[in-house]
């Protein structure tokens, strides 16, 4: 029995950035179980603490570039690739090298963020196959296992994740992967531009599928302001 389009995406997801998504949820410092105040049950009032350390004193833990690159294409253990970045105190990882370093060094993390790719499209292809869906990966499921046999998706994704940053072209109309607008399908983009030959299915192919569940969507038929900070009102609660 061929497998269904929603049984694909759910596979994608677990395969593809589980592991790396439940790695980055459960490392946290903040073990205590409060909002930062020390009253440890969640109330009270938080403080802040104005400091005037220079900023070589702190380091950056996440550089909120394009979305899932560190947690999703890279690995949460491991050295860091960079010797000459620190890390914080947490793990030594690459996805602390990524967001401690600068975009200019991107390229260090090209052959992680192929490795991954590779393993992506292999565990994926029959699935691929089965729902009669062109992939960007050449080989048969099970041998695709070089970055010849992902050139096309490279092309694709490779302009967008190195380097890790979000660019915005204003002579072109603004969507991600031009831009990112709060509404924008990302995840489900990012999905197809890395598993989809874009030639034969559109960019949202997953995005336009009906697969939140009734009710998901707090305002389905609502969009984000257009203007400044382009956020809805918070959604009222009984």
Not at 84 to 96: G, L, Y
Not at 220 to 234: G, K, M, Q, T
Request: hydrophobic share 35%; net charge negative; charged share 20%.
């Amino acid at each position: 029995m061929k497998p269904s389009i929603p049984h694909l995406l759910t596979t994608v997801l677990t395969t593809a950035l589980g592991a790396g998504l439940l790695g980055a949820c459960s490392d946290s410092s903040n073990s205590r179980g409060d909002n930062g105040g020390g009253d440890g049950d969640g109330g009270g009032t938080p403080t802040v603490e104005i400091r005037a350390n220079p900023p070589s004193d702190y380091a950056r833990i996440d550089r909120m570039g394009q979305p899932a690159v560190a947690t999703a294409l890279l690995r949460g253990g491991g050295q860091p690739i960079r010797d000459s970045v620190p890390i914080n105190n947490n793990a030594d990882n690459e996805r602390d090298s990524l967001n401690q370093g600068d975009p200019s060094g991107d390229a260090d993390f090209a052959g992680a963020f192929v490795d991954t790719l590779i393993f992506v499209n292999n565990a994926l292809a029959d699935d691929l196959d089965s729902l009669g869906l062109s992939r960007c990966a050449s080989g048969a499921p099970g041998e695709i296992d070089s970055a010849d046999d992902i050139d096309a998706c490279l092309q694709v994704a490779a302009p967008v994740v190195i380097p890790d940053v979000v660019t915005l072209d204003t002579s072109q109309p603004s969507s991600w992967p031009n831009g990112r607008h709060p509404d924008d399908p990302v995840v489900d983009r990012v999905l197809a531009a890395v598993l989809l030959d874009l030639s034969a299915h559109p960019l949202d192919l997953f995005a336009d599928l009906p697969l939140n569940p009734p009710g998901n969507d707090a305002r389905a038929d609502d969009v984000s302001p257009a203007n400044f900070p382009y956020l809805r009102d918070p959604i009222a609660t009984p």
